[in-house]
């Protein structure tokens, strides 16, 4: 008889930390393990803003899947598009765009979010996100050809408009992505003599009425006030009401003249889910303390995608889509695959929140570790520290650490590597949301595949 099945759905830290300790765990020939995933590399998200800065090169955060010395994973090159639970199938979009269906006896779904957006006029045409490895690098040659533009150019409008920078989103990939970029900016300007600074302007906003509020209202206002000294102007109560390629209308009245436009105002559990026709808390996948999803044979979900109960808060909460959870959702989801495999019990995911950082660049950062409030030096130790701890890799922290000395003693290049030539970084390039199939779709794609067999 062949081995059983394990099909893992999504690389980032959910999916990679269960197929890491499936591959250290399972027994040779006890099961095959099969990855689902467009590219063979893990993206560290959170210093994704630092790639867009400049600070990192985009290979630093992108650790390589292949290396592990315990390497016994197929991986598929291609996005789930729909899941039959009743057949047992996923049906899987190759990146040749070739469509094919793979079989699982244990499914294990961690297919991540996508930016989240609303039906704003001009939206997904004109802003850009920040949840790729592309994004980044889109946005980082966007911002400094916005200022190679404004130096060449002799109309005063087109300037004021290619150097105002809107982010809208007050959470950490927000506020992070704001510092880092206006960092950048501030830097960058000292070699076009031909630009005013006092023309570049940042704007932070978010309809929240506290700016991350998770880290509580001290560390909050300090992050606040940090940002502000370095003139970024932060509005609160505020969104955007219509986007533009050329000006930003706010939902206050105020029309800005711009020409980037960041949209970070969180995130949406794939577009996946619906195919599966199963409950939802909040948007995502409702599951049981265990990761099980109720009704399905032998399948499990877990990170962004899912609404796993907090056991450690209790009163009915769900766990926030950080990568701090993810990542120890992955292991349990691991161990519970394992059990079901074995016919053992499974246990429940339980964590209590080891707490925040905020690495707003140079010496400005805020971090509660274990509760502690952190800001200044300090504070970037520890966030920075935690981040650099966090890679799966020694190659990768040795990119990470060698890029970040190397930042600190030469500073930025301020180079466009090419990407932004022609082809614009939106939301409606990079957010695929129509590429899935509605449930009937998916019975009768892997309903016929049964009957081709």
Request: glycine fraction near 8%.
């Amino acid at each position: 008889m062949a081995p059983p099945r394990i099909l893992v759905i999504g690389a980032g830290f959910a999916g990679v930390e269960c197929v890491r300790r499936l591959e250290r765990r399972l027994t040779p020939g006890e099961a095959e393990i099969t990855l689902v995933t467009p590219f063979s590399y893990q993206l560290y998200l959170p210093l994704l803003p630092q790639v867009a800065s400049g600070v990192l090169t985009p290979q630093s955060v992108a650790v390589s899947l292949r290396r592990s010395r315990r390497h016994r994973t197929r991986i598929v090159p291609g996005g789930a598009i729909g899941i039959d639970t009743r057949a047992k199938a996923v049906v899987i979009r190759k990146i040749t765009d070739e469509i094919v269906t793979e079989r699982y006896d244990h499914l294990v779904i961690a297919a991540g979010s996508i930016t989240r957006t609303f039906d704003i006029p001009g939206l997904v045409e004109n802003a850009r996100g920040m949840k790729t490895l592309a994004e980044a690098a889109y946005i980082r040659d966007h911002v400094i050809a916005q200022l190679d533009l404004a130096d060449a150019s002799e109309d005063e409008a087109e300037r004021a408009s290619r150097l105002q920078f809107v982010v809208v989103g007050g959470g950490y990939a927000g506020t992070e992505t704001a510092a880092c970029l206006q960092m950048l900016t501030t830097n960058a300007v000292k070699h076009y003599p031909r630009l005013d600074p006092k023309l570049i302007k940042w704007h932070l906003i978010d309809i929240a009425p506290k700016l991350m509020p998770e880290l509580g209202d001290k560390l909050g206002t300090t992050a606040l006030e940090m940002l502000r000294k370095r003139g970024i102007e932060v509005s609160l109560g505020v969104s955007v009401a219509e986007a533009g390629p050329e000006q930003v209308k706010f939902t206050d009245g105020r029309v800005l003249p711009c020409r980037t436009l960041i949209w970070t105002a969180g995130v949406a559990a794939s577009p996946l889910i619906a195919t599966l026709d199963a409950e939802t808390v909040r948007g995502r996948l409702a599951v049981t303390p265990e990761l099980t999803l109720p009704g399905a044979e032998n399948v499990f979900s877990l990170g962004d995608v899912a609404a796993v109960p907090d056991l450690a808060k209790g009163d009915g909460a769900i766990c926030p889509p950080t990568a701090q959870h993810a990542m120890r959702q992955g292991r349990v989801a691991a161990d519970n695959v394992l059990a079901a495999l074995r016919h053992q019990p499974l246990r429940p995911y339980v964590h209590k929140d080891l707490g925040l950082v905020v690495d707003l660049g140079g010496a400005d950062a805020v971090s509660k570790p274990l509760g502690i409030e952190l800001k200044g030096v300090p504070a970037q130790a520890v966030a920075r520290g935690y981040h650099w701890s966090a890679l799966r890799t020694g190659v990768a922290k040795t990119r990470v650490m060698t890029n970040w000395l190397l930042n600190a003693v030469a500073g930025d290049d301020f180079v466009r590597t090419g990407f932004q030539a022609r082809k614009p970084a939106t939301l409606k390039d990079f957010e695929y949301s129509d590429a899935y199939l509605t449930p009937e779709q998916v019975r009768e794609h892997t309903a016929s595949v049964t009957l081709g067999h």
